[in-house]
């Protein structure tokens, strides 16, 4: 048990921890800070929060546990306003896409004190951000990844891996580099290539009217492009060189396709489909769970 978590951010992901805290019985008192005014108060009038804070700094204030909900290029900047209120025994989290460019900025402005600092990525959201839709069975049953470093304190690990147990996530430990080369493979590029493609579609003279026809198939595929858009470029921006390393290698199978399509190659164009479909029809989720 938590005697006050000091929230950072009161949108989905802080707003959604914030709820599954109180719902597991894990915090007395939640005290949050958002640069919106009106997104504390919502958050507030809505119980995630019990109290606004008027500035970062007055939500660490008396807070043994701290999550920064905040865009992954605010880090640093939101680490430099509350530092002079970090304690040895608090327990501080963020909840980033993003890991190296977080636990440098960690490491710059934290210094001596980086090893109470546990950099965290819950593999959960909702295409809509803001506090309105957040949930508190968000992170249930969803993955948690953990990239720890060297001068992570073992106390402070062992409480945040015990606290997203109890939150019901399953919870993995990697390196941050580890860690943003594989999510730039199967998230950042992802949502890359969605985002491109809803542009490329819209930007023709007849997009709309094709837009129109599009069935389900489409719906699903497109579905990530209508995420936050700053918290996304930040991603995008923040991991450029694993994720442009992972474009390059999509970039080359697509020409494939093309080739084949192009020389009414049909014996390896179905080869070249029925590795992905094998590999999609064998792919499971953590858990065990197909997806």
């Given at each position: 048990m938590f005697e006050q978590l000091g929230l950072i951010g009161c949108g989905l992901m802080g707003g959604s921890f914030a709820l599954a805290m109180k719902k597991?019985?894990?915090?007395?008192?939640?005290v949050g800070y958002?640069?919106?005014?009106?997104?504390?108060?919502?958050?507030?009038?809505?119980?995630?929060?019990?109290?606004?804070?008027?500035?970062a700094l007055q939500a660490v204030s008396g807070s043994d546990i701290v999550l920064l909900a905040v865009p992954v290029a605010a880090t640093e900047a939101t680490l430099k306003a509350?530092?002079?209120?970090?304690?040895?025994n608090m327990l501080i989290m963020d909840v980033g896409s993003t890991k190296r460019n977080v636990v440098d900025a960690?490491?710059?402005v934290l210094r001596d004190q980086v090893g109470v600092f546990v950099p965290a990525h819950p593999i959960a959201g909702k295409e809509q951000s803001g506090v309105e839709h957040a949930d508190a069975d968000l992170y249930a049953g969803k993955q948690l990844i953990l990239t720890p470093i060297e001068r992570t304190l073992t106390v402070q690990l062992q409480k945040a891996q015990e606290l997203w147990t109890a939150l019901g996530c399953h919870v993995l430990k990697m390196s941050p580099e580890s860690h943003d080369a594989a999510y730039a493979a199967v998230s950042h590029l992802p949502h890359l290539i969605a985002f491109a493609l809803m542009n490329a579609i819209s930007s023709q003279e007849h997009g709309r009217d094709y837009l129109s026809?599009?069935?389900p198939g489409f719906r699903d595929f497109t579905r990530i492009a209508a995420s936050d858009p700053t918290m996304w470029r930040d991603v995008l921006i923040a991991n450029r060189e694993e994720l442009l390393a992972q474009s390059k290698i999509f970039q080359r199978n697509l020409q494939k396709f093309e080739q084949l399509i192009a020389s009414d190659n049909y014996e390896l164009l179905e080869g070249m489909i029925e590795q992905a479909s094998q590999t999609r029809a064998h792919w499971r989720m953590s858990g065990g769970k197909k997806n």
């Open positions: 597991a019985g894990l915090v007395k008192r939640v958002s640069k919106s005014p009106s997104t504390t108060e919502r958050a507030r009038s809505m119980g995630v929060i019990d109290s606004e804070a008027p500035s509350i530092r002079h209120l970090i304690t040895p960690a490491r710059r026809l599009a069935g």
